[in-house]
């Protein structure tokens, strides 16, 4: 039996995966401000409640999605009068928030996915951003590899003093104007693509069920993080693996070109 070759590129989403930002939080606020202000009159004509937003919804109905995808997504989930007319100003109420979130610093880098994307570098594989929200190149420019690895008592050549995760990318889609969003593949194709790796040759990590199914649909291994009590989710939309944290993930499977777990430690 001939061994498969390694895998060649890498294609990280990275709200949820290299970051835990405030999306979530900035959506959750924008909807109860406008519920109780400006669309106060609509309100009782919907299943919205503050509580039944909750990180499920925000998991399953909108995240991965273009904003104001997203947006329609979610008013239509609570049966919100004329959605798709109502979603560029919830958007914008969003959008809003989040920027004035980040500005205040209001998120973190996952410590598991540094380490994870910092080892995949130094393995030779070659490193891509490929996020639908167009804040995703706000967040990686403000997560230092070179504080994380002095913290960590890691040593790679190739974080220098003032290295972001930006710095060491290979190829960044984020933030682009798709024609089409997940669970379409044209993100990840065009990531790997730009890698110069075929797909076969690639795999993506994604927190979000639609961003599996994008990763399949582009004929590549979808590694499913999940970080929101949602592996079922993940294993329902065909990842190839499942895990909770990234340091759970086999470096010398990924060698192989294999997603495997990591011997229990």
Known sequence: MVEKAGFKGAIFDVDGVLVDSPHEEAWREGLRQLMDKE????RGETSYTPEAFTPRVYQQVMSGKPRYAGAEAAL???GVPDARERAQEYGDRKQVMIEELI???EFHAYP???RFILAVKAAGMKIAAASSSKNANAFLE???L???CEEEGLDYGFVEEGYTILDILDANVSGRDFEQGKPHPMIFLT???ELGCLPEESFVVEDAANGVEAAKAG???ALGLARANDEEALAAAGADIVVTSLDDVSLDGLDRGRLEHAAAR
């Not at 669309?39 to 609509?42: E, G, T």
């Open 39 to 42: 669309w106060a009159d609509i």
């Open 76 to 78: 239509e989930h609570f």
């Open 103 to 105: 500005e205040d610093g």
């Open 112 to 114: 598991d996915a540094l």
């Open 142 to 144: 403000q997560v230092r």
């Open 146 to 148: 070179d504080k994380f």
């Open 191 to 193: 990531a790997a693509e």
């Open 219 to 221: 004929e590549m291994a």
